[in-house]
């Protein structure tokens, strides 16, 4: 069955210093892949997409992934972390076709920020 | 800038009573998606609805959980009897029809039943 993983709970990161937020996911093609954030109390923002093309993608907020197909991983990164940054972040995988997609969780890796 | 509006944020209510969520989604999203949030966990799809059909429930709870979107536009979520179990963080999404993935979120109603 397809599924992602986020191998990390909780990461705990100090300010201004880069920050590396692991997805692995099982699915056989290459899907649509996706990053999401979800400061306390509040909904999901997306962050950044790849379905397509250079495997390395930009997004918001100064974040940055890699596709890489070899390891069926999908990686949040970000040079510099900020205060502000402190949040739950989901990684997901889109399945399905002809307009009908459903979106395959990750269980989600809480960030902390040292200051 | 559009956002999917829900109410109410935050519902507290005892076992056994009805509780009901109301979402408004981006004007022109045609798919609209219910899920819930237990915390420290990801989100569970609970309905997806292209225009106003419902396009999967099968984790939806029907015993004790309802949806509908009458016209197409906005939702309404409803458990009833709300069991201790039911406590979570029910969030609306909405997105344009054959965009995989590109959901635009509320910001949920997080309801604790007592």
């Known amino acids: 069955a397809q599924s992602v993983t986020q191998p990390d709970i909780h990461i705990t990161v100090s300010e201004g210093a880069s920050l590396e937020l692991r997805c692995n996911y099982s699915y056989g093609a290459t899907p649509y892949l996706f990053w999401y954030v979800q400061s306390p109390g509040q909904g999901l923002q997306l962050l950044l997409k790849y379905f397509s093309g250079d495997t390395l993608v930009q997004g918001i907020k100064g974040f940055e992934a890699e596709f890489k197909r070899s390891q069926s991983s999908f990686n949040l990164r970000k040079p510099s972390v900020h205060w502000s940054d402190a949040a739950e972040y989901f990684c997901a995988v889109a399945l399905g076709v002809d307009s009908n997609y459903q979106l395959i969780w990750g269980a989600g890796t809480k960030l902390i920020i040292k200051p | 800038e559009a956002e999917v509006a829900q109410s109410p944020r935050y519902k507290i209510t005892e076992k056994s009573q009805a509780v009901a969520f109301w979402c408004d989604p981006i004007?022109?999203?045609?798919?609209l998606y219910w899920y819930r949030q237990i915390l420290g966990q990801g989100p569970e799809l609970l309905v997806q609805?292209?225009?106003?059909?419902?396009?999967?429930d099968s984790q939806l709870p029907k015993d004790r959980f309802s949806a509908e979107r009458l016209k197409g536009v906005d939702s309404t979520l409803k458990i009833q009897p709300a069991e201790l179990g039911d406590s979570a963080m029910y969030l609306c999404a909405s997105s344009l029809a054959g965009e995989p993935g590109e959901l635009f979120f509320g910001e949920g109603s997080r309801l604790t039943v007592l």
């Open positions: 609805f292209q225009d106003e059909s419902v396009v999967d």
């Open positions: 004007s022109g999203h045609a798919t």
